[in-house]
């Protein structure tokens, strides 16, 4: 399942939607996503989990590229 995480790279800063920014990951749980990405030191705010329909749409984003687990 893919899932889009929306962060913030400052950890410790309260999240400002203007610098939010996001990035998609291939993975079977959003645990699994959060365990992957806490060496990072980002603040994520929410993973989402993208179904066939919202997933056809980020995939028409020229910013659209899946990292793996």
Do not use: C, G, W
């Not at 990405?37 to 066939?52: G, T």
């Amino acid at each position: 399942m893919i899932f889009k995480v929306l962060y913030q790279d400052i950890p410790n800063e309260v999240p400002v939607r203007e610098r939010t920014k996001s990035l998609y990951y291939e993975a079977k749980t959003e645990r699994q996503v959060r365990t992957a990405l806490s060496d990072r030191k980002l603040n994520i705010e929410f993973v989402q989990p993208l179904d066939e329909a919202h997933l056809a749409y980020e995939k028409e984003s020229e910013k659209f590229v899946v990292e793996n687990a």
